[in-house]
T-cell receptor, first 115, second 112 residues
Framework: ETGVTQTPRHLVMGMTNKKSLKCEQH?????MYWYKQSAKKPLELMFV???????ENNSVPSRFSPECPNSSHLFLHLHTLQPEDSALYLC??????????????FGDGTRLSIL | SQQGEEDPQALSIQEGENATMNCSYK?????LQWYRQNSGRGLVHLIL?????REKHSGRLRVTLDTSKKSSSLLITASRAADTASYFC????????????FGQGTRLTINP
């Protein structure tokens, strides 16, 4: 148990669907992250939140829309996705965001398949 | 880019042997971290080494850092079947914070 819970674990959706990924951390951390993990590619940072405020957006297409209602919850809203968006989406948290010398705690991810 | 690159991409050894994985990066760093990922799971933080440290131990893990060569190695001694996983290095910037840059990982298989 890492203290970071992601739901659902698996999601299959059509390109016209709208769905949301959820992440919840029970560690009292102030920073939360979304990553995309595709086969044979390095982990890609998508979004960073610090105390519910987005501090980094790595040129992610607008069909991915993050939401952070409080420091414990993070969502990734999906709409009109493309087949190349099929991947494992990982959520992570760390104590603070102001320094990269913090270990990050990851959830087990949502395996997303776009039909 | 300061992306870490692990070497080898895949490694298969017998249980009980030592496993060594290497990571190279391109720019100055604040720290370097190693993570493990079991199949179908998220990443688990193993060890963090700061740029002013040369070696660090944690149980059967030994990490070295050579900032002059911009490289790090992770040694797992007396390997076990449960060590089968992918291992990633991640580098943290000196400035601009927030961001860890991950490599593509080494897939380690321990054969019983």
């Amino acid at each position: 148990e890492t203290g970071v819970t992601q739901t659902p674990r698996h999601l299959v959706m059509g390109m016209t669907n709208k769905k949301s990924l959820k992440c919840e951390q029970h560690l009292g951390h102030n920073a939360m992250y979304w990553y995309k993990q595709s086969a044979k590619k390095p982990l890609e940072l998508m979004f960073v939140y610090s105390l519910e405020e987005r501090v980094e957006n790595n040129s992610v297409p607008s069909r991915f829309s993050p939401e952070c209602p409080n420091s414990s919850h993070l969502f990734l809203h999906l709409h009109t996705l493309q087949p190349e968006d099929s991947a494992l989406y990982l959520c992570a948290s760390s104590q603070v965001v102001s320094a990269s010398n913090q270990p990050q705690h990851f959830g087990d991810g949502t395996r997303l398949s776009i039909l | 880019s300061q992306q870490g690159e692990e070497d080898p991409q895949a490694l298969s050894i017998q249980e009980g042997e030592n496993a060594t994985m290497n990571c190279s990066y391109k720019t100055s760093i604040n720290n370097l971290q190693w993570y493990r990922q079991n199949s179908g799971r998220g990443l688990v933080h193993l060890i963090l080494i700061r740029s002013n440290e040369r070696e660090k131990h944690s149980g059967r893990l030994r990490v070295t850092l050579d900032t002059s060569k911009k490289s790090s190695s992770l040694l797992i001694t007396a390997s076990r079947a449960a060590d089968t996983a992918s291992y990633f290095c991640a580098t943290g910037r000196i400035q601009g914070a927030q961001k860890l840059v991950f490599g593509q990982g080494t897939r380690l298989t321990i054969n019983p």
